[in-house]
């Protein structure tokens, strides 16, 4: 890609860049979960696990749709990494627990991610991450503000 000059488009679509090469490269490179399934259990692990959360609270705490974690939340479900049961506080929802084996599974990816992540970071010092991460916090917020404008 030759980046564009104007640094709000090298923003923008260097996103959809850099969402794609890290899902390709590091698919290649980390054995294991994929990255969407070890970045969903991993996100999954910070969520409080008495009562399991829901498939809508995941959904929501990843700012995701419904149908899209349902569908990656199937899969875990065939590998034996997580168990959809019926939602003791409202029976039209399904509730999800990562299992032993999915817990062993996205800390052995962890594992295996170390040296992806370092190369990945490499040449970056603390204060861009920082920098970085700041603004990508920024535009996920200015995202959702024009979310719930939305009608």
């Known amino acids: ?16 860049v850099l969402a794609n090469k890290l899902q390709f490269v590091g ?8 990255i ?51 939602s003791e506080s409202d029976h039209r ?3 999800v627990r990562i299992t032993e084996s999915g817990l062993s ?4 990816t962890a594992e295996n991610a170390q040296g992806f992540l370092d190369r990945l970071y490499t040449g970056i010092c603390s204060e861009e991450r920082d920098a970085a991460a700041s603004v990508m916090k920024k535009m996920i917020e200015n995202l959702q503000k024009i979310q719930e404008e939305l009608p």
């Open 105 to 108: 599974a996205a800390r052995q």
């Open 1 to 16: 890609m030759r980046p564009p000059e104007n640094t709000k488009y090298l923003l923008f679509g260097g996103t959809f």
């Open 36 to 86: 969407k399934q070890w970045f969903l259990l991993r996100n999954m692990m910070d969520l409080p696990r008495d009562p399991p959360p829901t498939i809508t609270r995941i959904a929501h705490t990843m700012d995701s749709t419904r149908q899209n974690i349902a569908k990656m939340l199937d899969g875990l479900e065939r590998e034996g990494f997580v168990a959809l049961e019926g």
């Open 27 to 34: 698919g290649k490179l980390i054995d294991g979960l994929s």
């Open 93 to 95: 929802s399904r509730s």
